[in-house]
T-cell receptor, first 109, second 116 residues
Framework: DAKTTQPTSMDCAEGRAANLPCNHS???????VYWYRQIHSQGPQYIIH???NNETNEMASLIITEDRKSSTLILPHATLRDTAVYYC??????????FGAGTTVTVRA | DTEVTQTPKHLVMGMTNKKSLKCEQH?????MYWYKQKAKKPPELMFV???????INESVPSRFSPECPNSSLLNLHLHALQPEDSALYLC???????????????FGPGTRLTVL
């Protein structure tokens, strides 16, 4: 699977949008971009995934660049409960999810 | 029911003990997973079961022995563990279609294991 690069940490203000970038420059055509998050001491939680079109669900939006080499996860109105480690993962047609170091997001009041 | 449950929540064991971790899901998923997570590190895949058969073993030492008695249950049998095996053990499940489009994994809360 392609590797991903994410910033180590970022802060955002409560109520504002949080934009989390991810680079996956070696992604191949059949690989999807998945986002998970892990709130302290809990299991990871699936957020969203996509192939090449932008996706939106009740939790977040996923914007994938046209060349698919990077993506951005958008939390539209961050709350204190969104403080977590966010993982961007590229997955192909197998069962493996290879978690990188992720981005530690701290939402501040 | 969209939950993956794991028992126990916490486990302390000695190096000579035998214990088991249990995981259960009732979402009709046919793939189940064990991950290990050390403090301040990302989860690492250990085993994958697909349709109750072991399909992936990520070179895990034999002191960890997985078992999938049926499509809803997954066990991890532990024997002769070392202190460095202390970690959070996470179970997950997914539909099991072997398609990246459907690979959302649902995780349980984990079992925090301490080996003395």
């Amino acid at each position: 699977d392609a590797k991903t690069t994410q910033p180590t940490s970022m802060d955002c203000a409560e109520g504002r949008a949080a934009n989390l970038p991810c680079n996956h420059s070696t992604i191949s055509g059949n690989e999807y971009v998945y986002w998970y998050r892990q709130i302290h001491s809990q299991g990871p939680q699936y957020i969203i995934h996509g192939l090449k079109n932008n996706e939106t669900n009740e939790m977040a939006s996923l914007i994938i660049t046209e060349d698919r080499k990077s993506s951005t996860l958008i939390l539209p109105h961050a709350t204190l409960r969104d403080t977590a480690v966010y993982y961007c993962i590229v997955s192909s047609n197998d069962y493996k999810l290879s978690f990188g170091a992720g981005t530690t997001v701290t939402v501040r009041a | 029911d969209t939950e993956v449950t794991q028992t126990p929540k916490h486990l302390v064991m000695g190096m000579t003990n035998k214990k088991s971790l249990k995981c259960e899901q009732h979402m009709g998923h046919r793939a189940m997973y064990w991950y290990k997570q050390k403090a301040k590190k990302p989860p690492e895949l250990m085993f994958v079961y697909s349709y109750e058969k072991l399909s992936i073993n990520e070179s895990v030492p034999s002191r960890f022995s997985p078992e999938c008695p049926n499509s809803s249950l997954l066990n991890l049998h532990l024997h002769a563990l070392q202190p460095e095996d202390s970690a959070l053990y996470l179970c997950a499940s997914s539909q099991g279609t072997w398609l990246a489009a459907n690979n959302e994994q649902f995780f349980g809360p984990g079992t925090r294991l301490t080996v003395l």
